[in-house]
């Protein structure tokens, strides 16, 4: 499949948080620390490619947080 142009140039997912996690990702963007250094030098097929990973990575963190519902909430009666 053809690549397509981009016509601007793609932002840094920094957040402005910078601390990582226990897993090694940063707590607000979801990048490696390989990635935040390597930022300024990849392409930007590479960019798009880690910004996808940082999407994986935080709603596979927000899903493993999020409480599992194990009972339906009552509705009420109409009548």
């Keep these: 499949m053809a690549e397509q142009l981009e016509f601007f140039p793609i932002q840094s997912p ?3 948080i910078c601390q990582s996690d226990e897993r090694g990702f940063c ?3 979801m990048r490696s620390r390989d990635e935040r250094f390597n930022w ?3 392409s930007d097929a590479q960019k798009q490619e880690v910004i996808r990973l940082c999407r994986q990575r935080l709603l596979r963190k927000l899903r ?3 409480p599992a519902q194990t009972e339906e909430p009552q509705q ?3 009548f």
Aim: with cysteine; glycine share 14%.
């Design 14 to 16: 920094c957040r402005g």
């Design 27 to 29: 707590r607000g963007c």
């Design 64 to 66: 493993a947080n999020k």
């Design 40 to 42: 300024q030098k990849m």
């Design 76 to 78: 009420p009666s109409l």
